[in-house]
T-cell receptor, first 113, second 117 residues
Framework: KQEVTQIPAALSVPEGENLVLNCSFT??????LQWFRQDPGKGLTSLLLIQSSQREQTSGRLNASLDKSSGRSTLYIAASQPGDSATYLC????????????FGQGTELSVKP | GAVVSQHPSWVICKSGTSVKIECRSL??????MFWYRQFPKQSLMLMATSNEGSKATYEQGVEKDKFLINHASLTLSTLTVTSAHPEDSSFYICSARDLSGSGYEQYFGPGTRLTVT
């Protein structure tokens, strides 16, 4: 079964700290991997999309890496701010799944001032 | 670009009634749309894949007679929750895949919060 797992489930850090969120997936045959942000009671905001052929993507203070062979991705957030507090979701499009996105359980991030 | 809207953003209905949720791709055409539901403190679970002009494909455990999906055009898919009960209360989110896109990126709507009393 193709699954996506995120660790940790929750993370609390002081403002200014650099942090890493982890995502692992069970099958290396993927089209892409996406990182999303979700604020409480809100929809999803797409942060970064990494295609299968790419190793990493960067947007501002965010950097996402992809290692297909080991089935892992990381989301690096530099110089965290209280406004970064949200749930971060990793989702994978696997081959032979009709384009479905399989989501991890998310990491709830809290950045303390 | 790549904007997806949902209507309504929230709805409260009485048990036994039906509720329709609309998902629209505003600036692109989408042959495929997806419907997800999310319970509090949980991740998104795919309910069904909606293809324009054909029947939806439902995930295992999702009752197709209860969650009716219609994808009548390249920009509109609807989810109707029939005979809603309190356990159907949830956050429903749709996504759409750009017909012209080269990859499998999905664009998400803002979600609809359904409360059944």
């Amino acid at each position: 079964k193709q699954e996506v797992t995120q660790i940790p489930a929750a993370l609390s850090v002081p403002e200014g700290e650099n942090l890493v969120l982890n995502c692992s997936f069970t099958d290396s045959a993927i089209y892409n991997l996406q990182w999303f942000r979700q604020d409480p009671g809100k929809g999803l905001t797409s942060l970064l999309l990494i295609q299968s052929s790419q190793r990493e993507q960067t947007s501002g203070r965010l950097n996402a890496s992809l290692d297909k062979s080991s089935g892992r991705s990381t989301l690096y957030i530099a110089a965290s701010q209280p406004g970064d507090s949200a749930t971060y979701l990793c989702a994978v499009t696997f081959y032979n799944q009709g384009g479905k996105l399989i989501f991890g359980q998310g990491t709830e991030l809290s950045v303390k001032p | 670009g790549a904007v997806v809207s949902q209507h309504p953003s929230w709805v409260i209905c009485k048990s036994g009634t039906s509720v329709k949720i609309e998902c629209r791709s505003l600036d692109f055409q989408a042959t495929t749309m997806f419907w997800y539901r999310q319970f509090p403190k949980q991740s998104l679970m795919l309910m069904a894949t909606s293809n324009e002009g054909s029947k939806a494909t439902y995930e295992q455990g999702v009752e197709k007679d209860k969650f009716l999906i219609n994808h009548a055009s390249l920009t509109l898919s609807t989810l109707t929750v029939t005979s809603a009960h309190p356990e159907d209360s949830s956050f429903y989110i749709c996504s759409a895949r750009d017909l012209s896109g080269s990859g499998y990126e999905q664009y998400f709507g803002p979600g609809t919060r359904l409360t059944v009393t």
